[in-house]
């Protein structure tokens, strides 16, 4: 059993690794321990302590995928709902479809039991109307929001330089492995912007007879690459998991135009490998590990590609 997850998996990881030692199916293992990541406010990134959109909104995405079946679920600027990796798993489990986004997914939560509540952290909004006031004239505050949004993405600075996903990876005792990711997504991002962490092979995805892999930081890079499936595709097609990676990395490298930033890349092979890679994210990024023979998860530094 192996399994792996970003830095700002503390609330979870610890119930994931259990929940597998106790022989719990791989992904029920993951979205029990993601969704006390989204229940937790101190992580800046995701659920209740995450940002919210351009018009003070919380937005999630979020998604899980059965490594060993290939069946995904995900969901999309869904409001009002948390946790919203367990509602992707019900997207999966319940409906013929992949991924519901907006008023849809947040109907079909409220049918599963879901409860709507607040979800803007007072702190996220007090930074939101800081952030507003300090780009906006008072004239243009007083007709907000009714203006132009685009102008301001040029103005979208994360108040925690966080462009962060909460990711889980696992091979479980059965051999199969799992992924599943959560977000808030970026800071006063364009409504209805949707990042990596629900699209299939961009942000993730698992295939148990070759592994998984999965994204954080900049989403708008992963999905240009599918960067996730090249990394799966790339060990089926017989390359280990270093070098698949370094293919992806490559494939990010060759970008020049868009909007360019960092990648943190989580990935495991069938064979027990994992790797984390820092491809031009600034500072020191850390990961938790967990395998079998360990009696509690490892926070880790990851490789700089």
Not at 179 to 195: M, V
Not at 246 to 260: N, R, Y
Not at 276 to 301: D, L, T
Request: with cysteine; net charge negative.
């Amino acid at each position: 059993m192996l399994l792996i997850a970003n830095t700002e998996a503390w609330p979870g990881i610890a119930t994931s690794a259990d929940l597998l030692k106790a022989g719990k199916h791989g992904l029920d293992a993951l979205v029990d321990g993601i969704s006390l990541v989204e229940r937790e406010v101190k992580v800046r990134s995701v659920g209740f302590g995450g940002w919210p959109n351009m018009l003070g909104k919380m937005e999630f995405d979020a998604a899980v995928m059965d490594g060993t079946t290939r069946q995904v679920g995900a969901v999309g600027a869904v409001q009002d709902i948390v946790p919203v990796a367990a509602l992707a798993h019900e997207v999966m489990r319940r409906l013929p479809h992949v991924m519901l986004t907006g008023d849809g997914a947040r109907r079909f939560a409220l049918e599963c039991g879901f409860a709507a509540e607040p979800t803007l952290h007072e702190d996220s909004k007090q930074a939101w109307e800081a952030w507003l006031k300090a780009r906006l004239a008072p004239d243009a505050l007083e007709t907000f929001p009714n203006l132009p949004l685009a102008p301001l993405t040029r103005e979208m600075i994360d108040p925690e330089r966080v462009r962060d996903t909460t990711v889980f990876l696992c091979r479980d005792g059965s051999g199969g492995i799992h992924a599943a990711t959560s977000t808030s997504g970026w800071a006063w991002k364009y409504p209805g912007r949707i990042g990596d962490s629900p699209i299939p092979g961009a942000g993730f995805y698992a295939d148990s007879r070759y592994g998984a892999a999965a994204c954080t930081h900049t989403g708008e890079m992963t999905m240009r690459c599918s960067t996730a499936r090249t990394i799966v595709l790339a060990m089926k097609l017989g390359r280990s998991l270093s070098d698949a990676i370094k293919l992806a990395v490559e494939e990010l490298a060759e970008l020049t135009e868009g909007f360019l930033a960092g990648v943190v890349i989580h990935a495991m092979d069938a064979k027990g490998n994992h790797e984390v890679v820092n491809f031009r994210c600034e500072g020191e990024i850390a990961y938790w590990h967990w395998e079998k023979s360990m009696s509690a998860p490892e926070r880790r530094i990851a490789k700089t590609a």
